[in-house]
């Protein structure tokens, strides 16, 4: 058995421990321990994605349990790319919040960033619902102390909301859990998906509302039409860096909607039927028009990029409520696609917010920052790519999805709200870039021409002492051009990626190799010293099942095996 | 019993419910604990209500099914974590901006703007 599949979860927490003991007081060494974390991960994690790129499931039994007695990590083709989308944002991320001092400005922010990375890697990974839970759980309270990091009044207070509608949500994830277990009496997905397939139409009311309670679970998660509103102030508010991470945070709740309905609740299941098809979609379509709204009206870059992720969120559903192969493999087209533009689009932001001193990110002409011209270079690239313009990706990404569409009933409503969105997102964009970036290159020439005018003069003189005169650090520029590059690559390369998310969209839809090698793969021997036999190991796994925590004797793999339980407990 | 255990889970829940809908912190705290009370209560009860049968598979005909009472426990030190972790930032907001409404305040947030740039 490979340990390589539960490394991604177990690295990111001994690091984070690491770094919380050993090196509370040398920022250096935390840096160094976070990159070298971080580029581990990568490699790990291009490791993962390219034994799973040939279409092979690999199975990891923590604590060597067999399915559905013990929790198992999966890593299929869906699970690699997002680890690996997260391992490559993480790099970014880390390497802008180090470059622009970020992370000495509050306490312990590696060791949060590293149980983040952790939550989500497992998130993604794991192939128990409860499990799920408990990830969402790590990579939640990672995030609470991310996003209050270094403080202030403001921040502090959309922390507060950002808290309480999780813990909601939470509470709402295990209503859900506990009517999917009084129904079925297992939380492993494969075996739930076999459970669900067996009930009896007749007592369907229980399972159906377990599937809706779930829906709404993921839907909070990923910021969906109606449940979206605790997105902008905590994004708008979280530090730049941190926020450029969350990024990864709203596309766990698209993976789960997308893991969930199409291993336990597929499309075709009967039992279902008509659940979420009357109503995920035109939600989604709803969540788009709001976001890109919210692009137009925001009066704050920050707050327009987080409108933007909602409008990204809402394409990125309307794709995957079609339910059909061609849906889900746009929507991971375009899951990549947003998230890295998303990423852009938060550190520029933090980078212009951080050089304009108390106006901050008003969307008002200012003095122009350093390195103006090639800030607004990026942010042109980066809106381009997010508004969906071609050449970029999100144009691709749009396609596909417009492509996607063309069978659904609600085909003229998709279209009708994609396409117009578009335009008013390119509006919203052009013109916080040209008052943020472009008039304030003018502002100088303006500022001379002026100066007779006592009235502007006066106006000048109020404002432009607050123009530090810091130059912009490099790295920063540099990892966001990263970014930037990265995009267009995933641009040129849109052939073969667009094989693979159909590969993995085919992957989806035919589960059976996924529940086989879940169930089917044995575990460790047990030897009953007790006086009755073992009578009750096949069906009746009413009985145990997440309990591989404790299991410290099975040699090499009992130390990670156990600390991962331990962790994921 | 499961006419009990459902009342009691459903009048939780709805206390919960209702104090969650207040407009400041503090309510809106004692709110989600009720609700984390009633999920307790529902996860426990997900494996069926028996009274005085061994939680192992055995011969027997009764047993208690022991895996939703790991799930609660998982459950009780999660939603305990998280409600400390909620009062402190609460707190933390309260004392900083001497308001504490759940949503932004627009009187409020100026205060704390002007509080922020005197210190």
Known sequence: MSHWIVTPVVLPAMLAAIIVLLCRHHPVLQRIFALAGSGALLAVA?????????????????????APFGIVLVAD???TLLVLLTAVLSIFVLLHAIGTGWDQRGRHFHALFQFQLMGVMGAFLTGDLFNLFVFFEVLLIASYGLMIHSGGTKRTQAGTQYVLYNLLGSTL??????????ETGTLNMADLANRVAQIAPENSAGIRTAAVLLVIVFAIKAAIAPVHFWLPASYAEAPGPVAALFAIMTKVGAYAIIRVYTLVFPPELELTQGLLEMWLLPLALIGLAVGMIGVLGAVRLDRMVTFAVIGSMGMLTAAVALFTAEGISAALYYIVHSTLATAALFLIVDLVEEHRGSRGAELSTAPPIPGNSILAGMFFVAAIAMAGLPPLSGFLGKLLILDAAFDSPLVVWTWAVILGTSLVSVVGFSRAGSTVFWKAAEWEERMEAASDDPATQM???ATTPEAPARPQPILPLVTIGGLIGLIVLYTIFSGPVSRTMTATAEQLFS?????????????????????????????????????????GDHGAAAETDGDTAEEAH | MEFLVASGIGVLTAAGIYLVLRLRTFPVIVGTALLTYAVNVFLFASGRLTVGAPPILTDAERYADPLPQALVLTAIVISFGMTAVVVVIALGAYLGSDDDHVDEQEGALDTARKLESAE
């Open chain 1, 173 to 182: 994830f295990l209503f859900a859990l506990g009517t999917l277990y009084a």
């Open chain 1, 77 to 79: 083709r869906l699970s």
């Open chain 1, 46 to 66: 291009i490791g993962l994605f390219v034994q799973a790129s040939g279409g092979t499931i690999t199975l990891y039994q923590l604590g060597d349990w067999q």
């Open chain 1, 459 to 461: 106006d000048n003189v």
């Open chain 1, 511 to 551: 589960p059976e190799p996924y529940i086989s090698t879940v169930l089917d793969t044995p575990g460790k021997e047990i030897d009953y010293h007790g006086d009755y036999e073992e009578d009750g190991d096949g069906g009746e796994d009413h009985a145990d099942e997440d309990q591989g925590a404790g299991s």
